[in-house]
């Protein structure tokens, strides 16, 4: 499917009532009592002819939720584009806003779940019904040759569709800052930038950093 027809069927999902439901009714922090939240399904954003796809979890509901645009507006966002503005993947280091000019070079960023759930914990019935929508995102991508998926759910969500092309997955498990070969590209995993890992320097920035600059040279090469 093409990309923006893609997008437009996104936009329109409402097939998790929980989901719908949780955005519509979750009370909004004092702070952003002001805010005009998206409450929509958030889409992949960037550039879908790069080499590198960035698969995440789903959208914070006062980050990607609120904002409308994929880590965008929250501690993930800021460690995360901070982090690949170091390693040349940004033209900016911040994500606040969908009018700040964020640009991604040669990548694009996706999700497993397009809407915020409750505690950041989907269903399996929820992470199913989106995970067309990734395989759709995976295979608009012609020139692909990276993954990096950020969690253990971004990395089952990509070996779902690795499966799905009849790739044998069954020796591959998610361990951080490592990558396969697999299907004529390389797959990567990370922990998630989430404040709790990053806060318990599980995932530590300058390492982080150093793996992404790693795989910028390799898509490049």
Request: charged letters at 25%.
């Amino acid at each position: 499917m093409d990309i923006n027809a893609l997008n437009k069927t996104i936009l329109k999902c409402e097939k998790c009532k929980r989901l719908v439901d949780y955005r519509n009714n979750k009370e909004v922090p004092l702070k952003f009592k002001n805010c005009k939240y998206w409450n929509k399904p958030i889409l992949g954003y960037g550039d879908i002819n790069g080499r590198l796809l960035v698969i995440g979890l789903a959208p914070a509901f006062n980050g990607g939720n609120r904002t409308g645009r994929i880590f965008t507006g929250d501690k993930s966002s800021d460690f995360l584009i901070s982090s690949l503005y170091e390693a040349g993947f940004t033209n900016i280091p911040t994500s606040e806003n969908k009018n700040d000019g964020l640009k991604y070079n040669n990548m694009y960023i996706s999700l497993a779940v397009r809407c915020a759930p409750p505690d950041n914990i989907p269903l399996k019935s929820e992470i199913m019904n989106c995970s067309g929508y990734l395989y759709d995102e995976i295979d608009s991508m012609k020139n692909l040759k990276a993954i990096l998926c950020l969690g253990k759910l971004a990395f089952d969500s990509a070996l779902s569709y690795f499966k799905l092309k009849n790739v044998n997955t069954k020796e591959l498990k998610f361990v951080n800052a490592k990558y396969y070969e697999i299907d004529n590209m390389r797959l990567y995993s990370s922990y998630h930038p989430s404040p709790r890992n990053v806060n318990t320097k599980l995932l530590k920035k300058d390492e982080f950093i150093n793996f992404l600059k790693d795989i910028n040279k390799y898509i490049k090469s």
